[in-house]
């Protein structure tokens, strides 16, 4: 035996051949590596930026949402070390202050006035920073009136630290606020499902809300992830599809209190059109379902994500029902959120349905015959036509219009078509043999009668200059004398 590898996309079967063959299990296929997604389970997306080269300085200049994006650890560290670095900056421009007064030396002499009393040291004067910044008062240390340069700086510092609290406590504030882990009590079914529901093939998966608070105008939304090649050679390795969960009709505007089941209906506008259960072991594509709202408690925009690979979705599924009726409410089995099982599903696409119900149709050979028929119609009304053109001139000029043989051979055509569509007989005389107990003298007597229907129904489709003309009967009543004979000449 020798063993053939194969590269197929990012994965690898081992297809295992011989020489005679005989009395050998198939080849089994090789299992499949770990699958690379795009979005997570829990919704991260699995993209890093990188070569950003001068554009790194736009994190810069919204430095706030850079602040907000940032992991919690990286958060305190800076939120700890901006405090930390403003104390010690303010109390040192105190401390400063006082060693150029020379505060420091006479902070003891009772007959002296420093700038700040009772600051003899950089701890001193630290403390009456903080005491001060947090107002603190404990009333021991304190400004005088005889040291504008404290004055200015004391103003300073209450503009610098109403900045800077303003700014991180604000950064702190939105991050703990943020709706992100409101998204994790939405949930979505582990698996996506495949069967019929309402004669259709559907795409299933489910969405539940684990808080009684609602989420307010809550919307769903799911896109495909499929690489493909376009006509003129270029690869998209992430191209981006629409699968319709109910925009047309408005099922996609959610009223999310119990579990639901999302469906999309593959049809032909679906792109898992030409999808089968066959197809769906080479088929690579992943599912990403984005779920939005407002949440009820805090107004703000919610949005849960997560996605299906092609390994989970399950052909021929269906979910376990998980709503109840009790004893005055529904009771929700969360137990069963995720469960399915097995239902009868063809295993062929769409179009492959599609494809066997027209090959299996009875009405394709009389379809193919009629237009055949319609065919040989139009034909013999252009040749008709011609004849038309060859009537005499006064003839064309006593009926007003020149095209009026042509029209009047197309309306006779439309009636001896209806007459002759099934065998040689007109279409009463089929009827009357469709009924039972009519006899054929009687189908016989009624013939003449009938034949003469249709010339009659020709004339009341004329205009009502033609039908004046005609006198309701045949043409030739009205004609002068010599256009009598010249058509009796003509046709006989």
């Known amino acids: 035996m020798s063993a053939l590898r194969r590269k197929l996309g990012d994965e690898y079967q081992v297809v295992s051949t011989s020489a005679s063959g005989a009395g050998l299990p198939p080849p089994r296929a090789a299992p499949r590596g770990k699958r ?6 829990n919704g991260r997306c699995n993209v890093q930026h990188g070569n950003l080269g001068g554009e790194s300085g736009r994190y810069l200049a919204d430095l706030f949402t850079t602040l907000v994006d940032l992991k919690w650890r990286w958060n305190l560290f800076i939120f700890i070390l901006t405090y930390t670095v403003a104390w010690l900056f303010m109390a040192s421009m105190w401390w400063v202050i006082a060693y150029m007064r020379g505060d420091l030396n006479k902070a003891h002499d009772d007959s002296y006035t420093p700038c700040v009393a009772n600051v003899y040291n950089f701890p001193s004067a630290f403390l009456f920073f903080i005491e001060t910044e947090a107002t603190i008062g404990y009333g021991y240390r304190y400004i005088t009136d005889k040291c504008p340069e404290g004055i200015i700086l004391f103003l300073f510092q209450s503009i610098l630290g109403s900045i800077v609290d303003a700014f991180l406590i604000g950064c702190m504030f939105i991050k703990m606020s943020q709706p992100k882990k409101r998204a994790e009590t939405l949930m979505f ?52 599809l629409e699968l319709d969960v109910g925009f047309s009709t408005g099922a996609d505007q959610l009223f999310l209190v119990s ?65 109840s009726l009790e004893e005055g409410f529904f009771k929700v089995d969360y137990s069963q959120f995720h469960a399915t099982f097995e239902v009868p599903t063809p295993p062929y696409s769409v179009k492959e349905q599609e494809e066997m119900l027209l090959m299996s149709s009875p009405l394709i050979a009389p379809a193919v015959s009629d237009s055949k028929e319609r065919n040989n119609s139009v034909e013999c009304l252009d040749g008709l036509d011609d004849v038309g053109t060859k009537l005499p001139s006064k003839l064309q000029k006593i009926t007003g219009r020149e095209d009026f043989p042509k029209k009047l ?39 003449p009668k009938m034949l003469s229907d249709p010339m009659s129904q020709s004339v009341a489709e004329l205009p009502p200059k033609l039908q004046k003309l005609s006198g309701g009967g045949r043409l030739e009543g009205n004609l002068p004398p010599k256009l009598r004979k010249m058509n009796s000449d003509r046709f006989t």
């Open 259 to 323: 579990p639901l089941t999302i469906c999309h209906v593959i049809d032909a506008k679906s792109p898992f059109y030409d999808l089968s259960q066959r197809s769906m072991q080479t088929e690579q594509f992943e599912i990403v379902v984005i779920l939005e709202g407002i949440v009820e408690t805090t107004g703000m925009t919610c949005q849960a994500r997560t996605s299906y690979t092609e390994d989970e979705v399950l052909w021929g599924h269906r979910f376990f029902p998980v709503i």
């Open 189 to 240: 079914s582990e698996h996506a499902a495949i069967s019929m529901r309402d004669g259709k093939l559907t795409l299933m998966f489910r969405v539940g809300n684990l808080r009684n608070s609602h989420m307010v105008s809550a919307q769903i939304r799911c896109k495909l992830l499929k690489s493909r090649q376009t006509p003129e050679g270029e690869f998209l390795p992430l191209d981006q």
């Open 409 to 447: 051979l197309r309306m006779s055509s439309t009636t001896s078509e209806k007459a002759y569509s099934m065998g040689d007989l007109p279409m009463k005389l089929q009827r009357i043999s469709s009924v039972p107990g009519n006899s054929e003298e009687k189908l016989v007597s009624k013939t």
């Open 36 to 41: 690379q997604r795009f979005v997570d389970k």
